[in-house]
């Protein structure tokens, strides 16, 4: 079973900078994306950024021009790189991955989230 291992999360002032990286517990794996996404206290689960096997980028409008999804695939691991961090930015980020299976039907796979806290 395929299990994603998040780290980098912190806290931070306004203004701040972190570098989120998750890549699998064992082997790699076939992804059809990879993502991050985040929850913060009272509000729904939302898209922060995904990055596609084609290597095709989709990022959420309240962090873009702030923040950068990337992967390498060398290490096997994704990162997401946080600039300019505000308050409204603390919450639980949580790594994604959408895989191909024998069934024809994909997986979700989310890790366990990591904490990023942006203090004023």
């Known amino acids: 079973q395929v299990q994603l291992v998040e780290s980098g999360g912190g806290s931070v002032q306004a203004g701040g900078s972190l570098r989120l990286s998750c890549a699998p517990a064992?082997?790699?794996?076939?992804?059809?994306?990879l993502g991050w996404y985040r929850q913060a206290p009272g509000k729904p689960r939302e898209l922060v950024a995904t990055?596609?096997?084609?290597?095709?980028?989709n990022i959420g409008d309240s962090v873009k021009g702030r923040f950068t999804i990337s992967r390498d695939n060398a290490k096997n691991t994704l990162y997401l790189q946080m600039n300019n961090l505000k308050p409204e930015d603390t919450a639980l980020y949580y790594c994604?991955?959408?895989?191909?299976?024998?069934?024809?039907?994909?997986?979700?796979?989310w890790g366990q989230g990591t904490l990023v806290t942006v203090s004023s």
């Open positions: 064992g082997s790699p794996f076939a992804f059809n994306t």
């Open positions: 994604y991955a959408n895989l191909p299976t024998t069934t024809g039907r994909n997986l979700e796979v």
């Open positions: 990055i596609a096997n084609s290597g095709r980028t």
